[in-house]
């Protein structure tokens, strides 16, 4: 079974980009779809984004407009650019296939001046 491992969280300020990659440890190439998810501290998890493997992609209203999802099939990654952050988009970001209970160890992003 394919596992994930995600990258690229740091400190960033208000109105900063970042760009998150999910590595996967085999191919991609057969698998669906795939999804970015976060969670908040005190908060559940929710997903932010999908990409189908024809690239279709899907947001949360709250990535709508400033987040951008895409997949590097020949490099078994996917990964999430962010714009505009806010302090609210501080979370541990996770990649996972949508109804897979495993999860990787996360990356975390915090938004803060």
């Known amino acids: 079974q394919v596992q994930f491992v995600e990258s690229g969280g740091g400190l960033v300020q208000p109105g900063g980009s970042l760009r998150l990659s999910c590595a996967a440890s085999?191919?991609?190439?057969?698998?669906?779809?795939v999804g970015w998810y976060r969670q908040a501290p005190g908060k559940q998890r929710e997903l932010v984004a999908t990409?189908?493997?024809?690239?279709?992609?899907d947001y949360a209203d709250s990535a709508k407009g400033r987040f951008t999802i895409s997949r590097e099939n020949t490099k078994n990654t996917v990964y999430l650019q962010m714009y505009s952050l806010k302090p609210d988009d501080t979370a541990v970001y996770y990649c996972?296939?949508?109804?897979?209970?495993?999860w990787g160890q996360g990356t975390l992003v915090t938004v803060s001046s």
């Open positions: 085999g191919s991609i190439f057969s698998i669906y779809i």
């Open positions: 990409i189908t493997s024809g690239g279709r992609t």
């Open positions: 996972n296939v949508p109804g897979r209970p495993d």
